[in-house]
């Protein structure tokens, strides 16, 4: 059994279109008391992305210990600041404004884990620059984009119109929509989760 510990739509939709069966089930893990208390410890944006997605897998994988159970997290850093997602439409148009003109990192980490215990991780970084737009452009973006990019802590999706932000992306396509696929469909390949063990074949 391959299970997903997040509700996020494009990790979802990543793995679906890779051909992968998987359950979901969000961990419940409270990611802001958490990010506060590793920032708190100056911990760095890479940091803090592995603890989130090392804590998001494990905390399911106690639940169903036989599964191998997928963590995730993204952490934004610009300039030694830290962006969380935002919770409304108004907070994600001043974290633009912030980012306008900017380069900002983006850490992205995914973690496996079975029986409530870490078995592999990988950690990717991409570095993105916005280019300088005005409030006539943001506003064309909010209204366009809506409310769906709460949910993403860049406030942008780089598969739609997100795209429109950016003047440089320097990283994996992947790791930017949140998940380092690649690699993590080498580690499922190697326990026999992929196209082959999907059509009962072996590899």
């Not at 979802?12 to 069966?21: E, Y």
């Not at 958490?34 to 760095?44: C, H, N």
Request: overall charge negative; charged content about 25%.
């Amino acid at each position: 059994m391959l299970i997903l510990a997040s509700a996020s739509p494009s990790r979802r939709q990543l793995l679906t279109n890779a051909g992968l069966d998987f359950m979901v089930e969000p961990s419940g893990v409270d990611e802001d008391e958490i990010k506060l208390s590793l920032v708190a410890e100056r911990a760095g944006a890479q940091d803090v992305a592995e603890t989130l997605a090392e804590l998001k897998a494990c905390h399911v994988s106690k639940r169903r210990p036989l599964a191998l159970v997928i963590g995730c997290d993204s952490t934004l850093a610009c300039e030694g600041r830290l962006f969380d997602k935002p919770p409304t439409l108004a907070a994600a148009r001043r974290q633009l404004r912030d980012l306008s003109g900017r380069t900002h990192e983006l850490c992205s980490s995914v973690v496996v884990a079975r029986g409530g215990a870490r078995l592999w991780h990988h950690n990717e970084r991409a570095r993105l620059t916005m280019r300088p737009f005005d409030d006539t452009f943001l506003d064309a973006y909010l209204e366009r984009a809506g409310e769906g990019i709460t949910g993403s802590v860049g406030a942008y999706h780089l598969e739609g119109v997100g795209a429109h932000l950016f003047s440089r992306i320097d990283g994996d396509y992947f790791t930017i929509l949140g998940l380092p696929l690649l690699p993590l469909l080498a580690f499922l390949a190697e326990h026999g989760i992929g196209l082959a063990a999907s059509r009962g074949t072996s590899t």
